[in-house]
T-cell receptor, first 109, second 112 residues
């Protein structure tokens, strides 16, 4: 069965300490990979879409990259307001859009 | 504000009852997705509609059904409710079938 796995489950960083979150997926007709940010009790907020291996997208302190088997969300010099759960979603050619369990990021001042 | 509207925001109902959750997609979006999010399950894909037609089905129980109407709004019907159905239910919309989807703020369903 197609799966989306995110790691780590939780990550605690000091303000300014850069790191990366991982999203790996089994390939069965990938149409697109999406990154979202979710705050507690709120709907996921769209960040990036990646369609093909080698593609990169950047926004403020966040940069998303894609290979054939995984995607990384790099966070550079994070701030406390970056604390949230980061979700990766994969859309397959059967039109499913499935989410990983997320990485809960905490950035301490 | 994503432009996706879900009503109601909160719903408390008893076991065995039936409820309807409503979603108005962003203007011009043809795709609607429904997800269930409970504490121990993450975001579970339920169903996807595109321009009124069902396009994909995920882990949706037989007690649940959905439809997308000609004006593109969608409804998720949950029947014979059980305690385990308590969760946040999200709707998301996108312009086409393989572009990013934008989420509403969800309906929090509590079954007592």
């Amino acid at each position: 069965e197609d799966q989306v796995t995110q790691s780590p489950e939780a990550l605690r960083l000091q303000e300014g300490e850069s790191s990366s979150l991982n999203c790996s997926y089994t390939v069965s007709g990938l149409r697109g990979l999406f990154w979202y940010r979710q705050d507690p009790g709120k709907g996921p907020e769209f960040l990036f879409t990646l369609y093909s291996a080698g593609e990169e997208k950047e926004k403020e302190r966040l940069k998303a990259t894609l290979t054939k088997k995984e995607s990384f969300l790099h966070i550079t010099a994070p701030k406390p307001e970056d604390s949230a759960t980061y979700l990766c979603a994969v859309q397959y050619y059967n039109n499913d859009m499935r989410f990983g369990a997320g990485t809960r990021l905490t950035v301490k001042p | 504000d994503s432009g996706v509207t879900q009503t109601p925001k909160h719903l408390i109902t008893a076991t065995g009852q039936r409820v309807t959750l409503r979603c108005s997609p962003r203007s011009g979006d043809l795709s609607v997705y429904w997800y269930q999010q409970s504490l121990d399950q993450g975001l579970q894909f339920l169903i996807h509609y595109y321009n009124g037609e069902e396009r994909a089905k995920g882990n949706i129980l037989e007690r649940f059904s959905a439809q997308q109407f000609p004006d593109l709004h969608s409804e998720l019907n949950l029947s014979s409710l059980e305690l385990g159905d308590s969760a946040l239910y999200f709707c998301a919309s996108s312009p086409t079938e393989n572009t990013e989807a934008f989420f509403g703020q969800g309906t929090r369903l509590t079954v007592v």
